[in-house]
């Protein structure tokens, strides 16, 4: 059986899909924070349970073969609205986990961290960096994350056996939908405004990477040979894109649908811009990222001419707009009391 931590989320929730139907047993620890919504069409073949992973119950390692760990913050706005949270959620909740895991001989564990560790601000020399490449994260949740990759590497030993994905910018539809990630917000604006507006000039690179092919990886990092994938970390993209580009890629998939314009605007340069490399995976375990941009912007504009994530201004599309509301509804409710 496996364990998904954070598995109701934007790509926990695919990642069940896809286990499920290769035919694993698949047990998900979620808080819940968005909702359980993204797991309503599987609930009869899952093993759900509402828990925080920083006071989790360690009977829910009973049984585990392996774990995919992907609970915690997951953008930028989200770790600079609470650093302190960020920082528990992401770095020492990785930490407490994993040591829970080596206690209960579960050796494979797969830690969904991210190729923002890799930005150097668009000042910075442009360079393609890999897994050996110095990094020196700048803002929370890069650090986060990186200070997690830390923790895990060092209980690296033959009884515990992590392995580290540093996604590129995730893309594509989601039962638990997203609307503040690049590729889906150009996607939305279409949709919303006909016009696709691209700050900083469009010129910061970033890696990308479609949801689905996100969790291919983990199946494959499970399928892997142990002596192959643990201790080891992999840059997990489809390949590297100016934000420009990816504009014009998203016109062009909905050429189809409807005219849509491109506005770029010029200021700051403060945007994170970086570019990655995934020589490495593909080497060690065979693992190819198959889903493009334009297949996924068509992809996610069928689910909303479907009337699916079509309510734009709905805040759990967008995780700082959820999260500010959350905060906001448990600080009233403290002042009032019980509604009824």
């Not at 093993?47 to 073969?65: H, R, S, Y």
């Not at 040591?99 to 930005?119: A, L, N, P």
């Not at 209980?155 to 580290?164: A, N, R, S």
């Not at 996100?214 to 994938?229: G, H, I, P, S």
């Amino acid at each position: 059986m496996i364990l998904i931590t954070g598995g109701a989320g934007y790509i926990g929730a695919v990642t069940v899909l896809e286990l499920l139907d290769k035919g694993y047993a698949v047990r998900v620890l979620d808080k819940f924070l968005y909702g359980d919504y993204p797991l309503e069409d599987v609930r009869s073949r899952v093993q759900c349970v509402q828990g925080d992973i920083l006071n989790m119950d360690t009977a829910l390692l009973e049984d585990i073969d392996a774990v995919i760990h992907l609970a915690g913050l997951s953008n930028d706005p989200t770790a600079e609205f609470n650093p302190a949270a960020n920082r528990k959620l992401n770095t020492e909740a990785t930490g407490n986990l994993a040591e829970h895991c080596k206690s209960s001989g579960i050796k494979r564990f797969i830690f969904g961290s991210s190729c923002s560790v890799y930005d150097k601000g668009m000042m910075a020399e442009d360079t393609i960096q890999d897994e050996n490449s110095a990094v020196e994260p700048r803002a929370a949740y890069a650090t986060s994350k990186y200070a997690a990759e830390q923790i895990l590497l060092s209980m690296t030993d033959k009884y515990f056996q992590p392995t580290i994905l540093r996604q590129g910018t995730v893309y594509g539809w989601s039962p638990r939908m997203r609307y503040d990630l690049v590729v889906n917000t150009f996607v939305r604006s279409a949709f919303e405004n006909k016009k696709l507006t691209v700050h900083c000039g469009g010129e910061m690179w970033r890696p990308l990477v479609d949801v689905v092919d996100v969790a291919r990886c983990y199946l494959a990092c499970l399928q892997a040979d142990l002596d192959k994938v643990g201790g080891e970390i992999f840059n997990l993209a489809n390949r590297n894109y100016r934000i420009l580009e990816l504009a014009h890629r998203v016109k062009k998939a909905l050429e189809d649908t409807m005219q849509v314009d491109i506005e770029v605007e010029y200021g700051s340069r403060t945007a994170r811009d970086y570019r990655v490399s995934t020589e490495k995976i593909s080497r060690v375990i065979g693992f190819r990222p198959q889903r493009d941009v334009t297949e996924s912007a068509r992809g996610i504009a069928e689910k909303i001419q479907a009337g699916i994530n079509a309510d734009f201004h709905n805040p759990r599309y967008y995780n700082i707009l959820w999260l500010e509301l959350m905060v906001e509804m448990e600080q009233h409710l403290k002042r009032i009391g019980n509604i009824f």
